[in-house]
């Protein structure tokens, strides 16, 4: 790519995102007792804001609180379980954080009782293919949307990952659901695209995407790609522990931001906003900055 397309993403209440002239750092937040990458370490609600101060403290623009896992082969949870997880965390980190907070949820209930907290930010993994009122959400309250793609529940989505290529296969998905979030009133500027690292995907077919993540760019929405830590990686690094996975996780979020990427999601806010700072001075040398 010659040069990352600039973009404003309108937030509630707050000031908007600028995308573009940086690459934002998102950090991960699992308040959950089975994440793939912690180990349920953030369930606790006080640990979990503690931990979303301290990567605020190390760099983090955007913070992202989610309640229900959705590695591969995970059950679905109920909406008041997972609102009992999230919203104080939510609550608080908005009350005493200084940057953006996102819900990770696909439910409008979550999003709605967490948007009325202070989220600005709803990040959808299932391109809203869930929940027929999300948008809705995000629309009547102004929050902005990320769509994910992916295919099936968590439970099945491997058996989805039959591509005729990838990439174009996924941009096409994408572009079905930005469709779908502005015919139910979501502007398309407060749209974000992810390409869905791992989900109903093949270590292939994400290694494909994050190759030619650059190809995102046609759908003229900024890109947020989420590599960090995934089992992707075990193709090259070999089996070993999620948290094991930094190093790789490094080389992948390098890539990212090389493929255009506005905004990376990470477990290693510190460690990663150094590697996103020398992959922007690179991408600006490249595009003639």
């Given at each position: 790519m010659t040069k990352r397309a600039r973009y404003t993403v309108p937030l509630p209440g707050r000031p908007p995102l600028l995308l573009g002239e940086r690459t934002l750092v998102m950090g991960i937040i699992n308040v959950t007792p089975?994440?793939?990458?912690?180990?349920?370490?953030?369930?606790?609600?006080?640990?979990?804001?503690?931990?979303?101060?301290r990567m605020i403290e190390d760099g983090a623009d955007i913070l992202d609180v989610g309640g229900e896992s959705t590695r591969p082969g995970a059950e679905p949870l109920d909406a008041d379980e997972e609102m009992r997880r999230v919203l104080p965390v939510v609550e608080a980190l908005v009350s005493r954080g200084a940057v953006a907070v996102s819900i990770d949820t696909y439910k409008a209930d979550v999003a709605r009782a967490a948007v009325a907290r202070g989220a600005t930010i709803v990040n959808d993994v299932s391109g809203l293919q869930h929940d027929p009122d999300l948008a809705g959400v995000c629309a009547s309250t102004g929050a902005a949307l990320i769509l994910m793609h992916t295919r099936g529940r968590s439970r099945d989505m491997y058996g989805e990952a039959v591509y005729d290529d990838v990439v174009d296969d996924v941009v096409r998905e994408l572009r079905q659901a930005v469709d779908r979030a502005t015919a139910a009133g979501v502007p398309l500027e407060?749209?974000?695209?992810?390409?869905?690292?791992?989900?109903?995907?093949?270590?292939?077919?994400?290694?494909?995407?994050?190759?030619?993540?650059?190809?995102?760019?046609?759908?003229?929405?900024?890109?947020?790609?989420?590599?960090?830590?995934?089992?992707?990686?075990?193709?090259?690094?070999?089996?070993?522990?999620?948290?094991?996975?930094?190093?790789?996780?490094?080389?992948?979020?390098?890539?990212?931001?090389?493929?255009?990427?506005?905004?990376?999601?990470?477990?290693?806010?510190?460690?990663?906003?150094?590697?996103?700072?020398?992959?922007?001075?690179?991408?600006?040398?490249?595009?003639?900055?």
């Open positions: 089975d994440s793939f990458a912690d180990g349920g370490l953030r369930f606790d609600a006080a640990r979990a804001i503690d931990d979303g101060l407060a749209i974000v695209v992810d390409p869905g690292f791992g989900f109903a995907k093949r270590a292939e077919h994400s290694f494909a995407l994050l190759a030619r993540l650059e190809q995102l760019a046609a759908l003229g929405r900024p890109i947020l790609s989420g590599p960090s830590r995934k089992s992707f990686l075990k193709q090259a690094l070999g089996e070993r522990q999620p948290s094991a996975r930094e190093w790789g996780t490094a080389a992948a979020v390098t890539a990212s931001v090389l493929g255009g990427a506005h905004i990376v999601r990470v477990h290693g806010v510190r460690e990663m906003t150094d590697v996103v700072r020398v992959a922007d001075r690179i991408l600006g040398v490249r595009s003639g900055k």
